[in-house]
């Protein structure tokens, strides 16, 4: 039926690849990740979402973030994600790999399962604490 390309074509998938196109945009505006991801976020509906922070989660010290203090759910809160996370993680994807090399489709299973029962990580821009959360558990 010819539908390879269709993951490829799915909100998560599209705006992960918008910083990368920075260097592309460089002379058209002062801030080309601003403009790119805000046109981008327009096509798909979803203008006013949490972006994530720069650096890496888990860093503070060196140019990253606290993810407890930007998700801002407080410290049960963030422990309740953190183990449904973890949960998922040993379901659905393969521990002995970092989350580069996991399947595209699984890492969406389990995001689409943490929205499910955290409907707040919707407001979050492609789902990025659950990313980290993975990031974090699969070094």
């Given at each position: ?47 006013d979402k949490i972006s994530k922070p720069s650096g890496e989660a888990g860093r503070p010290g060196r140019g990253g973030y606290n993810l407890e ?71």
């Amino acid at each position: 039926s010819g539908q390879t390309s269709a993951p490829a074509v799915r909100g998560k998938s599209v705006a992960i690849n918008a910083p990368s196109s920075d260097s592309e945009h460089s002379e058209s505006s002062p801030a080309p990740s601003e403009s790119s991801l805000s046109s981008l976020e327009s096509e798909l509906g979803g203008s006013d979402k949490i972006s994530k922070p720069s650096g890496e989660a888990g860093r503070p010290g060196r140019g990253g973030y606290n993810l407890e203090e930007q998700l801002g759910w407080g410290d049960s809160g963030f422990k309740s994600l953190k183990r449904f996370v973890n949960k998922a993680i040993k379901k659905h994807l393969d521990v002995t790999k970092c989350r580069s090399q996991q399947d595209r489709k699984a890492l969406d299973t389990v995001c689409d399962l943490a929205i499910a029962e955290f409907p707040d990580l919707s407001t979050f821009e492609n789902c990025w604490p659950v990313l980290d959360l993975i990031q974090m558990r699969l070094k």
